[in-house]
């Protein structure tokens, strides 16, 4: 199987947006609506923030959100915060019905 | 609260065995599936494999196809790995993770680490 396609990296400065996109194709992310996100800090475990495209776990903040066009799914981070910088990686069910990461990005917060 | 603790990683041959477990408490273990992920030292995320409820409908990756095998028992809220014929490609960090309802990973345990090295 192959993984996601993710950026490498990407920066931002307190309080802007930045957004990550995901690539898969129509075997993944084209054909189902099981896309997620999860935010993993240095010698963590990873923690869940987008689930089914576009849903947050309770209590998680709506500076979070998700989208998903085509083959693509992105994950859109408002208003930065230091707490932010952290690696953030896409997954997919497939229909191959395994499962499949992407590369990670690693978020830089300037 | 809902908790997933892995244990039984550690130092091994390549071509040798380890078994890892996984105890699981806070919820009930028979109604969610369960997933073995991995990440190699400073790597991304590798999803293993995953377990139905009741261990009927059992799913591999490619890497690990005819060498891992998964298994759970619901009476000891427990998930296992038995993984053979190790390579050294097999080090990482091994996370135990519940699948919530649906195809995402709601909460995921603190990890063990396996090292395949002569």
């Known amino acids: 199987q192959s993984a996601l396609t993710q950026p490498a990296s990407v920066s931002g400065s307190p309080g802007q947006s930045i957004t990550i996109s995901c690539t898969g194709s129509?075997?993944?992310?084209?054909?189902?609506?099981?896309v997620s996100w999860y935010q993993q800090h240095p010698g963590k475990a990873p923690k869940l923030m987008i689930y089914?495209?576009?849903n947050r776990p309770s209590g998680l903040s709506n500076r979070f959100s998700g989208s998903k066009s085509g083959n693509t799914a992105s994950l859109t981070i408002s208003g930065l915060q230091a707490e932010d910088e952290a690696d953030y990686y896409c997954?997919?069910?497939?229909?191959?019905?395994?499962?499949?990461f992407g590369g990670g990005t690693k978020l830089t917060v300037l | 609260q809902v908790q997933l603790a892995e244990s039984g990683g550690g130092l091994v041959k390549p071509g040798g065995s380890l078994r890892l477990s996984c105890a699981a408490s806070g919820f009930i273990f028979s109604d969610y599936y369960m997933s073995w992920i991995r990440q190699a030292p400073g790597k991304g995320l590798e999803w293993v494999s995953y377990?139905?409820?009741?261990?009927?409908?059992?799913y591999y990756g490619d890497s690990v196809k005819g060498r891992f095998i998964i298994s759970r028992d619901n009476a000891k809220n427990s998930l296992y790995l038995q993984m053979n014929s190790l390579r050294a490609e097999d080090t990482a960090v091994y996370y135990c993770a519940r699948r919530g309802m649906g195809q995402h990973h709601d909460y995921w345990g603190p990890g063990t680490l396996v090292t395949v090295s002569s």
């Open positions: 089914d495209v576009s």
């Open positions: 377990i139905g409820g009741h261990g009927i409908t059992i």
């Open positions: 129509s075997s993944d992310i084209g054909t189902y609506d099981y």
């Open positions: 997954s997919s069910f497939t229909i191959s019905s395994i499962m499949v």
